[in-house]
C-alpha cells in the first residue's frame, strides 16, 4: 500500500541528491519504504556531511563524521539533515513532522519512542541521550532494522534484544556493537550482537570484539566454567537465548520447549540433551564446548568428528579404501557435470560406473549429488529445475541406483530472501521431473535458510546443509533444518601412504545423521526397499490363518499393529478389541512391536510408521467409503488428522489467525511438530489405497501390501505407492478440490456423516478441548471456508507432483 509520507520523502531525496551528491543512486518513487528509500536518505546524509563520493552504506566513515559534530539534534539548523530525520522516522514506521523541515514536538516524541522500542527508556531520551548512542541511533534509522515486535516475531525474543541493547551497547558500551534490532525474530544481525555479548562476557579485550568465531574466541570459550543446573549469570542468559533461536527441537514429533532466563534449569538441561542428540554432538546436558559452537555458528565445532565426504574428485579403489579405514562411511559424488573437457571451469567431477563400483568395492556408500551452474541466480526457474531433474533421473537409472535414493539438488550461492521466489520454483521444477515415476526423492543442498524454505515449500525430503559456508546470510541467525541429513563442517586434504605409495587430495568433511539418509551400498538392488515389511505382514497372515482358520486374518494382521498405540476407547468401540490371546501367540514366536514400528518407504527413503498405517487400513477396510457420506473409514485416517490439526490450529489463532498461513507452516511439514505430519499424509493415504486396491481387486493383504510397496517399475494403471496421492485423491475426492473442501467442511461440521463418526471424531475428541467460539460452527463459513482449503490445496499439489505437474 502506498505510504503518502514515504513516497514524499522518495521524491524529495530524489529531486534534492540526484545528479549533486557523487555516486547517489535513486530509490523508486512507489510510497513503499524498503533499503532502496533508506540507502538514497543515507547517501543524502553522507552529502550533508561533506562526504563525497557517497555510497550505499552507513559505515564507519559515516558514523565518525555524524558523531564528530554531535549528532542531529533538535536544535539542528541545517534544514535538510531535519527532513533526512523526520523522512527517515516516516520510513521506519514513526511519524514525522510535518514540514519535514522542522524539528518539532512530533519529530523528538517519535525519536523518544524509538529510544523506548529499542529498550532504553529508562536509559536516556532526547534531552540527554549521548553523542554516540544518539548516532546509533541515527544509523538505525537508516536502516530496515524493525523495533517493534512483527507478525510471528515473540515477545520474549524481543526483551532478550532490548537486554542487548540495554547492557552491552549502553552500559558497557562496547563500540563494535550496534542497535539490535527489536522485532521479536532471531536474525543475522542479532546473531551478531549475540557473539559481540558472549566476546565481552568470556573476556574478550573490547577492541577485538569483532563478532566473528574465531580462535581467540574459541580458547576463552573451552576456558569458560560448564554451566549446568543451578548456573546463574549473564552467560547462562546468553546461553539460553541461543538455545531459544536454534529452536524448536523435534524430539518424537514433539518439540521440546525452552526460554530464555538467567538461572540454568532442569527444563533448559531437558532442551540442551535434545538439541546435542538433534545436532549429533555429545549428550551432557551441560554448555560444553561443542554445545556454544553448534548454537553459534553453522559449522558448530568443526574439528569434531565426521564420518562422511563429498567431493569433485573422482575416487579409485585405493582412495575410497583409504577413507574407509579412516572411519568414513559415505561419500557425496556428482551425477553429471554439463561443461565440455575444454571448458575453463571444468572439474572432471562427474560419476562413473567403473568409479562407483570401486566406491562401493572400497567398503563406503554413496549419495548423489546434482549440480548444474548452481553458483548463479539465472540457472533457477522452473524450467531448468525440471530439465536437471530430468537429467538426474536419467543419470542415476544408468548407474543403478535404487528405488527412494534421495538425490540432492544444489543452490552453491548465497541465496537470499529475495532470491527464493525463484530457488523454490527451481525445485518445483525438479519435483515434476522425478514425480513423473516416483523412484527417485530429492534433496536440498545449500545454507540452512534455503534448505529450510525448499523443505517447507516443496518438500525436500533431505537438508544436506552447506554448514561450511558460515558467511552466508542464509547461515546466520537460522536454527539446523529439522530433516538435516549431512551437515558439510570443513574443507580440506586427506592423504593416505607417503611418497609414491600414497595420495593427497581436497575433500569436504561432512557429518552424516544417524537414522536419516542411508546412502546406497548395492546397485539395481532386486528387493523393494520395504521388503522387511512385506516380508513381515505375509507371516503375520499366515500365522493368522493358523490361528484362526475362519477368521478374517487381514484383521489379525492390523490388531498387531494398532495393539499398543490404537486400542483406546474409541478404538475399541468401532473396530472391537484387540485380540490378546493372538498377540500372546505372536509374542511367543517372538513377533513383538520392538523393531517392527517403521519401514523403508519406497517413493521418499525415509520412515514411515507401521502402527498408524495399519489402524488407517483396518477402519477402511471395516468402513469403507468413496461416496459423499463420510464414514469411520474417514474418520480413522484423513478426518482424524484433520481434526486434531483444526484443534492445533484454533489453539494457536493468536499467531495465526489465518488458517492459510498455519497450514503453510504446519500442515504436512517435514521440519514441524505437527498432529498432521508428512508421514500421517503417507500413512493416511496408504491405508485407503491398500484398501481400495483389496476390494477393487479382490487381494489378500499380503498381495496387496506387496503389489502396493513391492512394484519396481509400474504400469500405467497400477496402484502402487509411487501415485499414492494422486489415487487417494482420485478415489475419495474425485480429483475435484471442490469435492474436498465440501468432504473436509462436512466433516468438521458432523454434516453428512455416519452418527459414529460424529460421536467418535468431534464429540468425544475436541468439543471437551475447545471453547465454543472455536467450534467450527462458530468461527465463520469464510474462515472455515479458508481452513478447509489449505487442506485441499495440500493434496492437489501432492496429487499435482506425481503427475509431473
Known sequence: MEDPNVLAAQKWVNATYDGVAKGYVRCTQDGST??????????????????????????????????????????????????????????????GASPASQWTATTTDSMNDLIGDAGLASAATMSNIPTRLLVQFIKALMRMDQFRRVPGGTDEIRRFQQHLNRTYVFDEEITTMDLAPCDGFYSRDVQQAVMKALQFEIGIPRSEIGGYFGSNTKAKLKEQPTLGVGSKGDLVHLFTALCVFNSPVIENGVAIPTG?????????????????????????????????AQLLVSTGNDLRETTACDEAEPLTFARAQALSRAGFQIVGRYLDEHLPPEHEDYLGKA??????????????????????????????????????????EKRAREFGFGQGTCIYFAVDFDATQADMDVVLDYFRGVRAALGRTNRYTYGVYGSRNVCINVTRRVGATWSFVSGLSWGFSGNLGYPLPANWSFNQIRNGTF?????????????????????SDRGTSVLNPA??????FIDLVQRLHTAALEYNPGGDPARLVCQFFRQSEYNGFNWRLALGAVDQDWIARLADQGLTLTGRRNFTDPVTGSSVGTEHLMATLEMCLEYSSTTDLL???????????????????????????????????????????????????????????????????????????????????????????????????????????????????????????????????WLLRSKESLDPADQPDNIGANVLSEFVLAYAWELEERADAEKGK
Open 631 to 761: 464414514t469411520l473409514g474417514d474418520g480413522g485416517g484423513w478426518g482424524g488428522d484433520l481434526v486434531t490439526f483444526y484443534m492445533d490450529w484454533r489453539k494457536a489463532k493468536a499467531q495465526y489467525p489465518n488458517p492459510m498461513l498455519f497450514a503453510q507452516d504446519y500442515l504436512g511439514k517435514r521440519d514441524a511438530a505437527s498432529t498432521f505430519s508428512n508421514d500421517q499424509w503417507i500413512q493416511d493415504a496408504d491405508g485407503f489405497n491398500i484398501m481400495q486396491l483389496m476390494k477393487t481387486e479382490s487381494l489378500s493383504l499380503p498381495t496387496a501390501i506387496a503389489r502396493y510397496y513391492g512394484t519396481d517399475s509400474p504400469g500405467a494403471g497400477d496402484r502402487v505407492c509411487q501415485r499414492r496421492y494422486s489415487l487417494f485423491y482420485s478415489d475419495r475426492f474425485d480429483s475435484d478440490s471442490s469435492t474436498t473442501q465440501i468432504l473436509a467442511r462436512n466433516l468438521l461440521l458432523g454434516e453428512n456423516c455416519e452418527a459414529a463418526l460424529i460421536a467418535g471424531t
Open 34 to 95: 524498503g533499503w532502496e528509500t533508506v540507502l538514497s536518505l543515507t547517501q543524502g546524509l553522507q552529502h550533508e556531511l561533506g562526504i563525497s563520493p557517497t555510497v550505499r552504506n552507513f559505515g564507519p566513515g559515516t558514523f565518525s563524521k555524524l558523531e564528530a559534530r554531535g549528532g542531529i539534534r533538535p536544535s539542528e539548523t541545517n534544514a535538510n539533515l531535519v527532513r533526512i530525520i523526520n523522512y527517515a522516522l516516516w520510513c521506519k514506521g514513526y511519524r
Open 351 to 392: 560419476l562413473t560406473s567403473a568409479e562407483l563400483g570401486d566406491i562401493l568395492r572400497g567398503g563406503l556408500k554413496v549419495y548423489p549429488i546434482f549440480q548444474w551452474n548452481a553458483k548463479y541466480n539465472w540457472n533457477f526457474t522452473y524450467d531448468k529445475g525440471f530439465e536437471q531433474g530430468d537429467m538426474a
Open 527 to 532: 528387493q523393494s526397499p520395504a521388503q522387511q
Open 495 to 515: 592423504s593416505y601412504g607417503s611418497g609414491s605409495f600414497g595420495e593427497a587430495w581436497e575433500i569436504d568433511r561432512n557429518v552424516w545423521r544417524r537414522f
Open 260 to 292: 530464555i532466563r538467567s538461572t540454568y534449569t532442569d527444563k533448559t538441561e531437558e532442551f540442551v540433551r535434545a538439541f546435542q542428540k538433534f545436532s549429533q554432538i555429545t549428550v551432557t546436558g551441560k554448555s560444553d564446548f561443542d554445545t556454544w
